[in-house]
């Protein structure tokens, strides 16, 4: 199989108004792909729809040769945050993995104790989620989009709400990843990041989803 994930003449609307138009999109496995483009141009509804969250109003999608909304409605061994993931905010990290891991019931409580201490959370903190701090709730859901070692990971703005010492380790574990061989699909806001990370870099604009070039970039540098 040439590309791991393929977007093919991808539309998406939200109430009448165009977001997306016309995506194509390929990616082979193992690649670092980066998403940029400003606030609302529709970067988050991209990875939901690669994800399987929402639907596409037209065009295919197709992840590891498998059709989204047709052949499966989620793709399989794909992890994602995406925005503030669902919690049950009552309850610790710990506990809230241990509901997520078993749904597909292919790792312990070994190995949720182990992601957690790997994104810089106490397994044996006992604090409800809904007291987490911004970098704390980002922190859970790395944690969630890796724990099951998927080979496919989409992480919207994995920085945000980090200090220097949590940016610094969450960095640590993508350089890791991509070392492993995982399929990554990243969007933020600081320019390096997306520079030093991704193989290639893609910005929407307009609607359209093009290849970041030198005369882009000068343009729109700000994104």
Known sequence: MEYIIEMRNVSKSFKG????QNIDLSIKKGQTIGIVGSN??????????????INAD??????????IGKDIDFPSNTGALINDPGYISIYSAFKNLQF????NNVIDDSKIRETLELVGLD???????????MGMKKKLGIAQAIMENQDIIILDEPFNALDIK????IKDIIMSLQQKGHTILLTSHNQADIEELCDETYIILDNKLEKLTENIKKEYLQY
Do not use: C, M, Q, W
């Open 40 to 53: 609302g141009s529709g970067k988050s509804v991209l990875f939901k729809l690669i994800a399987g969250f």
């Open 58 to 67: 037209k065009g295919e999608i197709f992840v590891r040769g498998k059709k």
């Open 100 to 103: 997520l891991a078993k749904i």
């Open 166 to 169: 949590s940016y610094r380790e």
């Open 123 to 133: 397994p044996d903190n006992k604090t409800r989620v809904k007291h987490f701090s």
């Open 17 to 20: 108004i165009n977001l997306l």
